[in-house]
């Protein structure tokens, strides 16, 4: 036993550590009182406002990533990939930071559109787009709209009446080795056109023949949480001789290649993560040898970076409602939320870490495993988390890098409705999104 365990009043003189700028926002720190503030707020002054679970979202940190964006790649067209994380704010600061804006269903598109963006920064793809989404894009006069498949094609072919720029996505085989829900690189899998064959080439005929559909570039995405930048230089190879191929064969000079986004963040202490500098150094390369040897003239570059801009940006707080000790098992900490708001663990094994909002522990620490309140074996949030031993029920607990594929996953599972968002920045909050209420859930059930 320390001397800090047994005189815990001894660490009040002690300065707090730092929380972890890899997972966290960068403008997270410990006030005097030992609690957890984010952009200058409190998170215990945010459950007391808002409630628990309760979404933050630093403003300050999404600005921050955008910029990283911007400045690391200054020739590239960085598009925000809204599946991410979309509201009529958030949609606002990224374009407000020279993002364009990636959207994938109508419903993204109206979000999107009222929020002010030019519909000529918008990209439109997505697998299965229906006729009705097609043709609300070509009204909207959406800038690009990436085809998917055939039926897009013969969609696309009927419903224009005025000039369209389309992108064709292929599937370049490119194996990142994630979760097979997340690698969509590879030729076996639901999305785009295979890289070489019959079925890619008379998509290709058809839209380069149409008089209004116009073919300036392909499309790509690898897969989600891709750390080695490699593979980006790889696909880079296969495209660009895929275009040279196109003008080859039809005449046809495509000036766009978008190489997607799935750039990898870290969730936990020491995960590894995308190294932007040396993404944009194998993107130079490869474009510089690609387009050498295939005697190519150099197409504009396009990514969608979306869990990059706003992963780290999110903090989730939630309260404790159970403690339960497992003879000779493990500590469950029972908070109120769970997989209504985080289902990444559940879909994807995703693993997070959990810390106290309200104060800072200065004694002893045991292991535990953070679980939902929903009724699924598999509603955990965190496991092998410290946890200071004298843990209480209403106490808070704060959950870093959630910014990204909650809200926008998050279902109504038992009839708990979905968390609300709130934005904080130099010490104020604002509500983005609020809580969705049992009267939401009851008002679309017709009975």
């Given at each position: 036993m320390t001397l800090l365990e047994i005189f815990p009043s001894l660490r009040s003189g002690l300065p707090a550590p730092r929380l972890d700028t890899t997972i966290w926002p960068c403008r997270t720190h410990y006030d005097d009182l030992g609690r957890i503030t984010v952009d200058g707020v409190a998170l215990t002054d945010i459950a007391d406002q808002y409630g628990t679970p309760t979404y933050v979202l630093s403003e300050t940190e999404v600005r921050d990533r955008c910029r990283s964006y911007r400045r690391h790649f200054p020739g590239t067209d960085i598009v925000y990939a809204a599946k991410a994380l979309l509201t009529r704010t958030v949609a606002e600061w990224v374009t407000r930071e020279g993002l364009a804006v990636d959207?994938?269903?109508?419903?993204?598109?109206?979000?999107?559109?009222?929020?002010?963006?030019?519909?000529?920064?918008?990209?439109?793809?997505?697998?299965?787009?229906?006729?009705?989404?097609?043709?609300?894009?070509?009204?909207?006069?959406?800038?690009?709209?990436?085809?998917?498949?055939?039926?897009?094609?013969?969609?696309?072919?009927?419903?224009?009446?005025?000039?369209?720029?389309?992108?064709?996505?292929?599937?370049?085989?490119?194996?990142?080795?994630?979760?097979?829900?997340?690698?969509?690189?590879?030729?076996?899998?639901?999305?785009?056109?295979?890289?070489?064959?019959?079925?890619t080439e008379e998509a290709i005929r058809t839209i380069v023949a149409h008089p209004l559909l116009e073919l300036v570039g392909l499309h790509c995405h690898l897969g989600s949480q891709i750390h080695d930048p490699g593979h980006y230089g790889e696909a880079i190879y296969?495209?660009?001789?895929?275009?040279?191929?196109?003008?080859?064969?039809?005449?046809?000079?495509?000036?766009?290649?978008?190489?997607?986004?799935?750039?990898?963040?870290?969730?936990?202490?020491?995960?590894?993560?995308?190294?932007?500098?040396?993404?944009?150094?194998?993107?130079?390369?490869?474009?510089?040898?690609?387009?050498?040897?295939?005697?190519?003239?150099?197409?504009?570059?396009?990514?969608?970076?979306?869990?990059?801009?706003?992963?780290?940006?999110?903090?989730t707080v939630y309260r404790i409602t159970a403690i339960k000790r497992i003879e000779g098992g493990r500590t469950y900490v029972v908070v109120d939320g769970g997989m209504n708001d985080n289902p990444r663990v559940a879909l994807y094994g995703a693993r997070y870490t959990a810390v106290m909002a309200n104060r800072h522990p200065t004694g002893p620490e045991i292991d535990a495993t953070v679980a939902g309140r929903y009724c699924e074996a598999g509603d955990i949030l965190a496991t092998d988390v410290r946890m200071p031993a004298d843990l209480h029920v209403g106490e808070l607990l704060a959950i870093p890098a959630t910014g990204a594929y909650h809200h926008s996953l998050a279902p109504s599972y038992n009839g708990v409705g979905r968390p609300p968002i709130v934005a904080v920045q130099g010490g104020r909050s604002r509500p983005l999104v609020r809580r969705e209420t049992v009267q939401d859930i009851l008002s679309r059930d017709l009975g």
């Open positions: 959207v994938c269903s109508a419903g993204e598109l109206a979000i999107a559109l009222s929020a002010g963006v030019d519909p000529q920064r918008l990209v439109l793809h997505g697998s299965g787009k229906p006729y009705a989404e097609l043709e609300y894009a070509v009204g909207a006069r959406v800038g690009r709209i990436v085809v998917d498949s055939p039926t897009e094609v013969s969609l696309l072919s009927t419903l224009v009446t005025r000039p369209q720029r389309v992108l064709v996505r292929i599937t370049p085989d490119i194996d990142v080795h994630g979760h097979p829900a997340v690698r969509t690189g590879v030729a076996d899998q639901k999305f785009g056109f295979v890289l070489d064959s019959g079925t296969r495209l660009i001789a895929r275009m040279a191929a196109i003008r080859q064969d039809h005449g046809t000079i495509t000036t766009e290649l978008n190489i997607g986004g799935g750039h990898a963040v870290a969730y936990r202490t020491g995960d590894a993560e995308l190294n932007l500098r040396e993404l944009a150094d194998i993107i130079e390369d490869a474009l510089d040898a690609a387009c050498a040897r295939h005697r190519f003239p150099r197409p504009v570059v396009t990514m969608e970076p979306g869990r990059a801009i706003v992963a780290r940006a999110g903090v």
